[in-house]
C-alpha cells in the first residue's frame, strides 16, 4: 500500500482541527488539587502534592483524551508532524523543572511562581501550530497573574498562584471551544 505524503500546511491544518481539550484539563485538574492542597496542608505536603500534580499532567492529559474523542495513544490515526511538536513541547514544560528546583531550593515559596511560569511557556508554539492567540493568550496571562500573585500575596502563593491558574485554564478551555464552534460553522460560499 502507498503511504500519502501531506505537505507540513496539510498536517498543521489537520492538527489545528483537534479539540485540545484533555491537556488543559489535566493542568485544570493538577492545579486545583495544588491549590486545595495549598488550603489545608501545611507547606512542605504541598510542595510534594505540587512536584506530583504538575508532573503527571502528561499522563493525565493522555488518560483524559481516551474519554474526550481525542486519544493520545491511538495508534491508527495518520501521523502527524506536529502531534510529535506539541509532544516535544510537553518535553519543554518537564525540562523546565532544572530551573525551577534550583530556586526552589533556595526559596521554597518560589516553586508555584516558577513552575507556574516555566510550564506555562509550552503554550507559545502551540498558538503557532494551530494559528491561533489563545496560546499566546495562556501563556502570557499566566506569567503576568503568577508573577504579580508572587509579589502581591507572599503569604498566599502556593494558594492564589495555583486558583489563578485553574482560572486561566477554565477561560483557555472556554477560548478554545468557541474556536472549535467557529472552525465547525460552514463559510457563506458552503451554505449556498
Known sequence: MESIVRSLEEQ???FAQGKFIAT????LIAWLITGVAGLVFPVQWTVLVLF????SIVYLGIFISKFTGEDFLDKKKPKNTFDTLFFYTVGQAVLVYAIAIPFFLADHTSLPMTVGIL?????LPFSWMVQHWVGIFHAVSRTVVVLALWYILPEYRFVAIPFAIVLIYIVTLLILKKRRAANQEPTAREKV
Open 12 to 14: 498543521r491544518k489537520e
Open 24 to 27: 488543559p484539563l489535566a493542568g
Open 52 to 55: 506530583i500534580a504538575t508532573g
Open 119 to 123: 510550564t506555562g511557556t509550552m503554550w
